[in-house]
């Protein structure tokens, strides 16, 4: 899907219309003014988001200026005008970048002592006002007052206000999913292929601030998507990680903030704002892939109960798999777009961990090494299985003895342990280098906590190992093999778990009523029943289809047309209406006869495709109900997106050409045609 201005493609919903009346969203937005520390931070926010708007468009201002002029003294003076705005725009970009930064906010309560989890602060946005533009559409499209859809408008627009503060739970979730699901319908009932609304969306950049206005809903639906991925996130750093529910609760937020993001990196193209382009969406994901790898870590160090040396080099391992994966986050974020984009604290975050883990696996190999000398005959059967387990412990053999040796040998077993806490030293001190070359991680007490005691830990143990008699040089730890029990997955979002209701359902079933299709005005037509009947077969329901006319009968006579659909009847709306609904008021109608409003799609009128229509009804449900399964388990490029798909569209080569706007599911065979 681009997410610049352009035309839209056909799509379809995860959630279908019900026929009971729309009483607007039940979900709230938190309330703007409390003065939390977390609303506090949205505030100051939004006051450099529009603090760097005006800075840029003074800058736009004073380069077109520049440009144009040819007085040299005019030049001058806007040269040092420029110079100011954009010093001023670098130290609102770094006064932004501090807030971007400061993940302490969206920490635990948690007195436990565990390294802080990088957050996303969510995507601002200014006010949308639909009500003029719907008006006129619903007024020039659909020919109806648009008076009577007050009420859908104003219930439209609290939703999308309330979005705009979701709260930090699961409830603000669901607000985001409502609106982005209620978007699907937006899209379909006043978006045309061809045709803007007019309505401007204004976005600003989660990191740097920079706003960005578009009139694709593409990207109003992008920037819902990406805070559904920034709540996640948020979601998952206040989790108390000093216990497995917890642990277990963060693990799921960020895997399915990678979804979000992944889903946002291979369904959108064209990202007008830095922050949902491609690299940016891969450094995301990544990151937060690192995040469960790392509570991956912490839970398996919660349930290591015993200090066997085989659970020791389980747990080493773990921490080599999350010193690697940090090393990747590390590598995307020094990317040339990605550089000067990511916060300096963030970048320092990611190494400082990638150390720190590294030193952890080296901690953990030593006291497998050196605090289990009688492994063998404590585990008396188990010698075998940890011999194997070492065997595979290396990413390559070291030089010198056999690992079978040095497992044998205590003193070799020292040297070796002693070898992996000298690196680990090394490794965390490297850790404490980087985390005080960053102004914003000094202020975070718990980070620097972490790594103290974690260094004193193996400063402690490799002073213990330590021997007045040892002369030899330390040998070189060789690397350890990274490997986890738990390989993190990458969610993707579901849609279908928040049920959405069209708001401006009154307007009719989709399948019709829709902005991309195209119909002749409301005919009226006066039937009087005669001895043969109304003479007309109708078909289907919701809304009900003229399927033929008797030539020479009553509705014939009237003006009644193959094709047409039944919106009322005697002047009751009959849009929603099943079959035998319709067929029921005809059927009761007096003497003086039934007045039918009908209306007659441009789209495809001649007999042959309608027919095709008729007669793919099966499979239409069918391909309809496997698309709707597939949004169901986030596997459906077709869901509430705007994509620009190169692919084939789905169903049968008749439909390909009518697309699925104009394809109406008429229920089972057997209540197939029936004359009145």
Known sequence: MSLSDGASDDEMPLTLPTESSHSGSIRKGCDPFAQTQRSKLQHRRARINQQINKEMRMRAGAENLFRATTNNKVRETVALELSFVNSNLQLLKEELEELNSNVEVYQTDSEAVNVPMIPLGLKETKEVDFTLSIQDFICEHYGEDSSLYDKEIKDLMELRQAMRTPSRNQAGLELLMEYYNQLFYLDQRFF?????????????????????????????????????????????????????????????????????????????????????????????????????????????????????????????????????????????????????????????????????????????????????????????????????????????????????????????????????????????????????????????????????????????????????????????????????????????????????????????????????????????????????????????????????????????????REGDYIVAVDGQDCKWAKHGEVVHLLKSCSDRGVELSVVTLHSHETQVERRTIMLSHCSDKENTRQRLLGGAKGQSSASLLNWNRKKNREGSGATKRLGSTFSLSFGSIKDAEAMY
Not at 275 to 293: E, I, K, N
């Open 192 to 560: 045309p292929p061809h045709r803007n609304l007019g309505v401007h969306f204004h976005w600003y950049d989660s990191l740097t601030g920079v706003p960005s206005c578009q009139r694709a809903l593409a990207f109003e639906k992008g920037s819902v998507l990406f805070n559904i991925g920034a709540l996640y996130t948020q979601i998952g750093a206040r989790q108390d990680r000093s216990a497995t529910a917890g642990i277990d609760r963060a693990i799921d937020a960020f895997q399915r903030a990678a979804g979000a993001f992944n889903y946002l990196k291979e369904n959108f193209s064209n990202a007008p704002s830095l922050d949902m382009s491609g690299p940016s969406l891969c450094m995301l994901v990544r990151l937060m892939v690192a995040q469960v790898q790392e509570c991956i870590f912490e839970r398996v160090t919660l349930t290591t109960q015993d200090t066997h040396f085989i659970s020791q080099l389980r747990l080493a391992q773990e921490a080599a798999r999350v010193s690697d994966v940090y090393l990747l986050v590390q590598q995307t974020m020094t990317q040339p777009l990605m550089k000067d984009y990511v916060p300096f604290s963030w970048a320092s975050m990611v190494q400082v961990k990638s150390e720190h883990f590294r030193a952890l696996s080296h901690y953990y190999t030593a006291v497998a090494l050196c605090d289990h000398m009688s492994s063998a005959e404590e585990e008396e059967g188990h010698e075998e299985e940890a011999e194997k387990v070492f065997l595979q412990f290396y990413v390559s053999t070291p030089a010198g003895p056999s690992l079978s040796q040095v497992l044998q040998d205590p003193e070799k077993r020292r040297k070796l342990g002693k070898a992996h806490l000298r690196r680990a030293v090394i490794r965390h001190e490297e850790a404490m280098r980087v985390h005080s070359l960053c102004k914003i991680l000094r202020k975070m007490d718990i980070l620097q906590d972490v790594l103290s005691l974690t260094h004193k830990r193996s400063l402690d143990k490799y002073s213990e190992l330590d021997r007045e008699d040892d002369f030899d040089e330390t040998a070189e730890a060789p690397e350890i093999q990274s490997q986890t029990h738990q390989k993190p997955d990458i969610t993707p979002p579901n849609f279908s778990t928040v049920q959405v209701t069209d708001i401006f359902q009154r307007l009719g079933p989709l399948s019709v009523f829709c902005a991309r299709a195209r119909w002749g005005p409301v005919r009226v037509i006066c039937l009087q029943r005669r001895e043969g009947g109304l003479g007309l077969t109708l078909r289907g329901d919701s809304p009900v289809l003229v399927a033929g006319v008797v030539p020479g009968g009553c509705a014939a006579e009237a003006g009644l």
